[in-house]
């Protein structure tokens, strides 16, 4: 059975590096960054001297960066490779501080 304070700190240190690390833990590679950022560029939903997306309002070149972001007519998802990769190192940092 988990310690439910054991399970608590853990969650704590999670997000805490998580808030504290947001760059590093939540962004895509360069690569999908890139790939997003055409797509939109070239959808008939993007606002060019705004940089936004008409559809859901977001200010495009900072949606492209997150992970768990996704385009409002599905022209690309979340990037769970990317969150996957990130989450070892994440893993390995929070378990230092538990």
Known sequence: MIDTKDLAN?????IQYINDN???VLSVSAE?????????TNCEHYEGQE????????FVP????HVF???PVNKW???KENWIKNFDNL?????KSF
């Open 69 to 71: 972001d996704s385009c």
């Open 22 to 24: 947001q760059g590093k």
């Open 10 to 14: 853990y969650s704590w240190n999670l």
């Open 62 to 65: 900072q949606k492209v960066k």
């Open 77 to 79: 998802g979340r990037d």
């Open 91 to 95: 893993y390995e940092e929070v378990d």
């Open 51 to 58: 940089q936004v997306c008409k559809m859901c309002g977001c």
């Open 32 to 40: 999908v960054e890139n790939e997003r950022k055409e797509l939109c």
